[in-house]
């Protein structure tokens, strides 16, 4: 097996100023933002007014399961948004995503098509919204 098999590559990990860490940020997206809930995940978005990268927020409770069933969730919900980020433009954007207890068993592809979709849903209610406020 190649050492570098399994790890992230350079450039994909999140660094601090990409993601969101406080209490006060997630309420603000749960108040304003957008919601759609899919099988595997729940992603909440919002709209930020400047093009900068995206910041993202990963939420596992323990509804879910024990520590290792949430982290092993959020690993996978973390690498979804990597391989999406790399081919979506996702600037300007805070995300929000709340794994389900679907979310660790799910198939990947299926959690990848998940986060599309929900993503998808999302900008549509955003650039309706931000469309019906223009007029």
Do not use: Y
């Not at 992603?43 to 993202?56: E, I, K, N, P, T």
């Not at 919900?77 to 794994?99: F, Q, Y």
């Amino acid at each position: 097996m190649d050492r570098s098999e399994g790890q992230a590559e350079a450039g994909t990990v999140f660094v601090r100023s990409q993601r969101l860490k406080n209490r006060k940020e997630f309420l603000f997206l749960a108040a304003r933002g957008r919601k759609a809930p899919v099988p595997g995940l729940v992603l909440q978005l919002f709209r930020r007014q400047d093009s900068d990268a995206a910041r993202v927020g990963f939420t596992v409770t323990k509804k879910v399961g024990n520590a290792v069933v949430r982290n092993r969730a959020r690993r996978r919900l973390r690498e979804v948004v990597r391989l999406v980020e790399a081919n979506t433009p996702l600037n300007g954007l805070d995300l929000v995503l709340i794994g389900r207890a679907a979310t660790g068993k799910r198939l990947f592809t299926d959690l990848v098509a998940d986060f599309r979709k929900a993503l998808a849903i999302c900008l549509a209610e955003a650039d309706r919204k931000a469309h019906s406020l223009r007029k």
